[in-house]
């Protein structure tokens, strides 16, 4: 989420940070330009031009349209990640998943479809990876 010393922010640097803590119900269609923090519960569907984190305490189902995400508490749905998902020990993921790149912590439970996107190939081609579910 963050770039090199002295450097720029690699996301959500000039649209700031959307924040929906723990308790708050959000339903519906959700976009940003800056990164979005999620602690309570989300049902809809997400387009963030930024980072989507999903915090332990955070729960997300729908689609999401993102360019980095990360997960601590749990998703459910689908997913096109344009870079990076990350999936730290305590997530919880089932879905369909399109990724440039994934990173799953050990404890991490992933469970659905991934297909990962191969930079060059002809149509941005991407090669399918059929997860059954882990305790990593």
Do not use: Y
Not at 33 to 57: N, P, Y
């Amino acid at each position: 989420m963050f770039g090199k010393k002295g450097g720029k922010k690699k996301s959500g640097a000039s649209s700031g940070l959307t924040v929906l803590t723990r308790g708050t119900v959000f339903e519906g269609e959700l976009v940003s330009e800056g990164d979005i923090r999620i602690d309570g519960s989300v049902s809809g569907k997400i387009d963030c031009r930024a980072a989507v984190i999903i915090g332990r305490e955070g729960s997300v189902e729908g689609e999401v349209s993102t360019v980095d995400m990360r997960v601590a508490g749990s998703f459910r749905g689908n997913a096109d990640v344009k870079g990076e998902l990350h999936l730290e020990p305590s997530a919880s993921v089932d879905g369909e998943l399109v990724v440039s790149a994934l990173d799953v912590e050990d404890g991490a439970k992933l469970n659905g479809r991934v297909l990962m996107k191969q930079e060059g190939a002809p149509g941005g081609g991407v090669h399918e990876e059929v997860v059954p579910e882990t305790d990593r």
